[in-house]
């Protein structure tokens, strides 16, 4: 059977607007950017989007599924993003909300070198939760940033990755600080007997990139931490498959995307795409902290980045964006043990990393048996 | 005077939200990411974003205009869009409206390579608008898009352009199609004495991008098209320093960014950004086509595209996204003759590809001397 990529909408027609109209009108404008009297029998029937589904929903409102034939696209993920939402993000009250993937175009992308499973085993850890932390603020220098390091790896966190806006500025350099940052949790794992991990902020520029994530692994780090949404989301797939490194996607300008009426769903964007590129872990902005997402989407996001996908490896949610180290354990409860906890802020509010950190880690492994 | 990123913001606070919390809080999200409580007196003078105003706008709005010192920066574009819309795009009701930008930011950033002045020289076009078309629709053979690239250029279109879903699928796969597109045009204007450029997209997985760039000078190109926002912004200026190629920027994926309440304006990314980045042409959607730009976004694009910036070169304004063939002399007439008018599925529509430009350009002939 022909393998297609459907994908489900949903659309808030404006005035003048038919909800026909406009689910053809997205076919149309996905695939060859020109009106249907302008195309050949066989353009029209072989490469236009077919709309297979047009529901009304109450209002205004649609459900469209429109299923692509994989031609249209190829196997890069450059024009997989083209497809799904390139010339369609420039009109309005067009939502994507679910996603039907062919197992070859996942194929092709690849997902997690690592996932779930990679990570435990890089971290060595088992049953339990894993625990990420950052090294911040901006304007630290990279020995402040290197004691801050060495603190968190004695305190047992089990990820412990650059800020996102840490990138290479005078204050902090990205090879001076990669270098002591990985050397303070390096000599820190050697004297307690851990085993953390430091994760170097290695988006950059365009040209940059490669030597930064040469010189990460060069220095014996075994993950990275990649901003998709900056550096353009192939360069995920394309670090993993160059350089064997474990990859955290930093959601940084994703949430442009999530529009209430227009968009991608987050758990599509931040799930399946940023999965299917390649990233071994996903941070989202999980409820209840400084950002907006509900209990369900971050649910959602859990569930699409460790389900069923084509075979792909089920990468890790790292939930992050303010949470409380007083309800680190319930989010464990209420997630899973196969979770990332990133906590920052509410860390250093304790003022004593090591030992906020050695406590955080004792309520995480409270909660091993439970899950 | 310390030079410092001043950027404008339309803040809609909701409910429990007070625009002095809301202000402060994008300052340190977008610097810092730690509350207050947790930075030393240094930094937080240092590095943390400086509210310089604000101003209610009646209702829940209020304007406010937030300064960040570039150490917070550094000198990579891929910094500067985590500080302008990074974590802050996963929030709601913030919108850019302004930026006043540091000239040693710009200059760091470069701008257009070729510009106005540039495009013009290449194509050889003193004084009237500039015509460009794209070649579709994907689903062609490449002998069949090289078909139309030889027919718009016998008839003097300027820019010749892929489409940006023309990619590297199998029914015209980018080397040969870049090939063959490239010697049509070529043999066209020997044969027909004209001066048209093709533009092979080459947007491109991260690792391919290269080998795109140097296939396409190689064959006589001198300009290309980049989705910068596929791509990441920074290869956009990676190209223009590596490769010395005329660039023009399209926008697929850009529109995530154009939310009412809650974005980027258009002006801003399509114009200054996309300008200091190094595009030398950057198309957008026109007014009265396929998706919904006012005039007055319009006029305010090609006003930023064309306007002083710190020095930068002007870049051209390509306004495309269904515009008739009909109302290209009145779009001339109001936008100046420094606009690339983007014209294809009008073409397309009237069959002869060859005559329909012919016609065309003589209409934007005679729109030279009002202008």
Redesign the interface.
């Known amino acids: 059977m022909e393998e297609r990529l459907r994908v489900s909408y949903q659309l808030t027609c404006a005035a003048g607007e038919t909800p026909t109209g406009k689910a053809r ?1 997205v076919a149309l ?7 249907d ?3 050949s029998f ?2 029209r029937e ?2 236009v989007g077919r709309v297979e589904e047009l529901v009304p929903l109450g209002g205004r409102r649609y459900r469209a599924v429109i299923s692509y034939p994989l ?9 997989f ?3 799904l ?8 009250g067009i939502l994507i909300t679910g996603l039907q993937w062919p197992r070859r175009l996942l194929a092709s992308f690849g997902g997690p070198r690592y996932g779930i499973d990679g990570l435990r085993a890089l971290t060595g850890v088992r049953r339990r939760a894993l625990l990420c932390t ?1 090294l ?5 220098t990279a020995p402040e940033l290197a004691a801050r390091a060495r603190a968190f790896a004695l305190g047992g966190v089990d990820l412990i990755k650059d ?3 840490l ?5 902090a350099p990205f090879r001076e600080r990669m270098l002591r940052c990985q050397e303070a949790v390096r000599e820190a794992n050697a004297v307690g007997g851990g085993n953390s991990l430091y994760l170097p902020n290695v ?7 490669p030597a930064r994530l040469a010189a990460a692994r060069e220095a014996g780090c075994r993950a990275v931490l990649i ?1 998709p949404w ?6 995920v ?2 670090a993993r ?2 350089f064997a490194l474990a990859i955290m996607a930093h ?9 209430r009426s ?2 991608i769903r987050p758990e599509l964007l931040l799930g399946d795409v940023v999965r299917a590129a390649g990233a071994d872990g996903s941070i989202y ?1 999980n409820a209840g902290g ?4 509900s209990i369900r989407t971050c649910e959602a996001i859990n569930r699409h980045l460790r389900g069923e996908l084509g075979g792909l490896k089920a990468a890790m949610p790292v939930a992050g ?1 303010g949470m409380d180290v007083r309800r680190a354990a319930d989010w464990v409860r209420r997630y899973g043990v196969d979770t990332v906890l990133l906590i ?2 509410s860390l ?2 304790k003022g004593d990393l090591r030992a906020a950190s050695a406590a955080l880690l004792q309520a995480l492994e409270a909660e091993t048996d439970d899950a």
Chains 1, 2 share one sequence.
């Open positions: 009108g404008e996905q695939t060859v950017e020109l009106p009297e302008a195309l066989d353009i072989r490469m031609e249209a696209i190829g196997s890069e993920i450059s024009q993003l083209n497809l939402f390139g010339n369609i993000s420039l009109k309005r950052a911040k603020p901006m304007g630290c800020d996102h806006g990138a290479n500025q005078r204050d988006t950059a520029g365009y040209g940059d990139f901003n900056v550096m353009g989301l192939d360069a797939r394309w498959d160059e959601p940084s300008l994703s949430g442009a995307y999530f529009g227009h968009g902005p400084r950002f907006g997402f964006g920052g802020g250093y509010l």
